[in-house]
């Protein structure tokens, strides 16, 4: 598998206020790789968002430097090609909707790239098919449910045929339906072989990705497997971090002396574990 984005020493000054200066990121270094789905985790404040936005050069590098499929960041002809591969859906979903109907707000990014009606059209529906909300395309976005809105934002970035998707806290504002429904449609557009970067402060989201990156106050402090990371309860809590309700239970039951395998995560496995 390629590599997508390659971030090397970054590191990420703002200027703050009165000349105070704010390290929002230190010496980070990751790659993603083609078709990966990796979770980011981390208390408020620890950089998450900041990284985000190096993903499609919403900022720049102070220090080090971030590729994606080669291109570095700082090349300014070469943005909107950056912005074309990687898209990105914020937390609020009302900030994100521009048009008056779905499809007219679908259309909005592809119509921008200046690509033929004909072709957006097909786009349209494929995006909305994909998010499977193709029978709302007529519908007004503001009668939509929040999980509905944040579909059809993602819609909207998926008619720019990205490469990869970068997700800010997306369900952060969502109920429990409307989370389930984001991530499902996550989900099924990284097996269709969309790269995924998805950060959330709901540690069960985090299990199903195929790699999660804990930060730290601007470092990146952990990395490894769902299954790697959640089993080190005592740490992530250390750190202020929740962990999978079905971590903590197993931790638990193994403190009662029950003897569960230490790798469950999921409530699936936990279930499995204890009723065989
Ligand atoms: P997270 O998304 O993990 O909550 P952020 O990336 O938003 O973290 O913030 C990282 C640090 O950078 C925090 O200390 C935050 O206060 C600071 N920060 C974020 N945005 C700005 C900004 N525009 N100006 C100054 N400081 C900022
Ligand atoms: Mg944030």
């Given amino acids: 598998m390629g590599e997508l984005i390659k971030i090397e020493n970054l590191r990420h000054t703002y200027p703050g206020y009165e000349g105070r200066e ?5 010496d980070i270094n990751l790659t993603v ?8 985790i981390g208390t408020n404040g620890s950089g998450k968002s900041t990284l985000a936005k190096h ?21 300014a002809e070469r943005v909107w090609d950056i912005r074309q591969q990687v898209g990105m859906v914020f937390q609020n979903p009302d900030n994100q909707i521009v048009a008056a109907v779905v499809e007219e707000d679908v259309a909005f990014g592809p119509e921008n790239l200046g690509i033929p009606p004909a072709e957006i059209a097909r786009r349209v529906t494929e995006a909305l098919e994909l998010v499977n909300m193709e029978e709302y395309r007529h519908h007004g976005p503001h009668l939509l449910s929040g999980g509905q809105k944040q579909r059809v934002a993602i819609a909207g970035v998926l008619a720019m045929r990205p490469k990869c998707l970068v997700l800010d806290e997306p369900t952060a504002m969502l109920d429990p339906r409307g989370r389930k429904e984001v991530l499902d449609s996550v989900c099924r557009l990284n097996k269709e072989g969309i790269t995924v970067v998805y950060i959330t402060h709901f540690m069960e989201e985090a299990v199903v990705a195929h790699r999660v990156v804990v930060m730290e106050q601007g470092q990146i402090s952990l990395t490894g497997t769902p299954a790697e990371i959640f ?20 931790a638990c039951l193994r403190k009662r002396g029950l003897k569960l395998d230490k790798n469950i995560i999921s409530d699936e496995q936990l279930v499995v574990a204890l009723c065989p």
């Fill in 55 to 75: 993903l499609n050069a919403l900022i720049l590098p102070t220090g080090g430097r971030c590729l994606v499929n080669g291109i570095d960041t700082t090349d």
């Fill in 33 to 40: 790789n083609q078709g990966e789905f990796v979770a980011v």
């Fill in 22 to 26: 704010v390290v929002a990121l230190t």
């Fill in 231 to 250: 089993s080190q309860v005592e740490r992530l809590k250390t750190m202020g971090l929740d962990v999978p309700p079905a971590a903590e239970v197993a």
